[in-house]
């Protein structure tokens, strides 16, 4: 745990620029969240159909400024009030991971501040700490993202122990890629989220993969290649395509999946606590299920709030206060890392 000035309150700055969210966050103690700007560019993507890594950079570079002084100016902060500057150095896109890493040095340098290069897994992972106030490790966490999905022991808040990923896609890339499929724009998640409720899950039966018996590991890359064939074989005979009904019923298959692997890494690893993050832990369907499952097995469940779900500074500072090392001594010389893993 970070600590700067004896047991006085440690106020973090965080920035995240990870993918297509700039944002810059003011928390203290590493739970209250005095402000966190997101600047979202998902506007610009949208006509590309997924993020567009060099226009992501080049807007991360346009709006890095704003954002910070926006934040600070939200949180009633001056720089000097700051004790650390957090930056998400990986994994992400390696050019806006660069932009956030280089305004965050620049920070460090001029203010004399120590600076905390932080993992932007294990900030969703730590997420729902900003959510619940007496919320503490150890718990099991699920973090499910556009980018990665994993199952991890948080054994304390630095000692965290992978018993689980996806082997290909992430959960939130199937979506994005079904949502496409579907005609859906990005990001296509929330989009399915909607149209799923108005569809019958048990209208097409995909399939559902396990893996190895006892594997708490995912597959994913398999659901999309199964909604195109169904999508192609109902064109083939001349049916229409109900697609509220092929966004539940994809969302029954992976779901299931999902909340199954989850309760049983629970139970294995003797875990009393999940808690469920990343940008698909806002689905709605998700939670309902979860939340049903996870009283039937006696396990307690937490949600980071919805603005912490996605990217977001205000977890980078947050994770950035339980670092026990403070990067400072080669905080000139670090890198991002864009295939970081946990
Ligand atoms: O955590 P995040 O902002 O990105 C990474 O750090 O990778 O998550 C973005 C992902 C996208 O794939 C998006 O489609 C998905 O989260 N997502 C959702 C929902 N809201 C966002 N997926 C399903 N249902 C939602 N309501």
Redesign the pocket.
């Known amino acids: 745990m970070v600590r700067i000035r004896g047991d006085e309150k440690v106020l973090i700055l965080g920035i995240e620029s990870?993918?297509?969210?700039t944002s810059c966050a003011l928390v203290k103690n590493g739970r209250e969240v005095l402000s966190n700007e997101i600047y979202t560019q998902i506007p610009i993507h949208v006509e590309y159909g997924g993020v567009v890594p060099e226009i992501a950079s080049r807007n991360h570079l346009i709006k890095i400024s704003d954002v910070v002084d926006n934040a600070l100016k939200k949180a009633d902060c001056q720089l000097e009030d700051v004790d650390a500057i957090a930056v998400t150095k990986g994994p992400?896109l390696v050019g806006a991971l660069l932009v956030g890493l280089n305004y965050a040095k620049a920070l460090s340098y001029a203010l004399k501040k120590p600076l905390i290069a932080v993992n932007?897994?294990k900030g969703?992972l730590l997420s729902p700490l900003l959510s619940y106030p007496d919320l503490e490790p150890p718990y099991m966490a699920l973090v499910?993202?556009?980018?990665?999905s994993y199952l991890a022991i948080c054994h304390d808040y630095d000692e965290i122990e992978v018993v689980g990923a996806s082997r290909d896609d992430?959960?939130?890339?199937a979506?994005?890629k079904v949502?496409r499929t579907l005609g859906f724009e990005?990001?296509?998640?929330?989009?399915?989220?909607?149209a799923a409720k108005q569809g019958d899950g048990k209208a097409i039966d995909f399939p559902r993969v396990y893996l190895e018996p006892d594997s708490l590991d995912f597959s994913f890359s398999g659901i999309k290649t199964a909604v195109l064939n169904y999508i192609n074989s109902q064109k083939q005979k001349g049916l229409e395509i109900n697609k509220d009904d092929v966004a539940a019923s994809f969302q029954e298959a992976v779901l299931e999946v999902l909340v199954n692997k989850s309760i049983r890494a629970c139970q294995k690893h003797n875990m009393d606590k999940l808690v469920v993050?990343?940008?698909?832990?806002?689905?709605?369907?998700?939670r309902g299920l979860f939340n049903k499952e996870t009283a039937q097995n006696n396990i307690a469940i937490y949600y980071p709030a919805f603005e912490y779900?996605?990217?977001?500074a205000a977890m980078i500072a947050s994770a950035a206060f339980y670092v026990d090392k403070l990067n400072n001594e080669d905080s000139l010389r670090l890198n991002a890392n864009p295939a970081l893993s946990l």
């Open positions: 990870s993918c297509d969210e992400g932007h897994l969703h499910v993202s556009g980018g990665n992430a959960l939130g890339e979506y994005d949502a990005y990001p296509g998640g929330p989009k399915i989220d909607k993050s990343g940008g698909v832990a806002a689905n709605s369907r998700l779900c996605t990217d977001n």
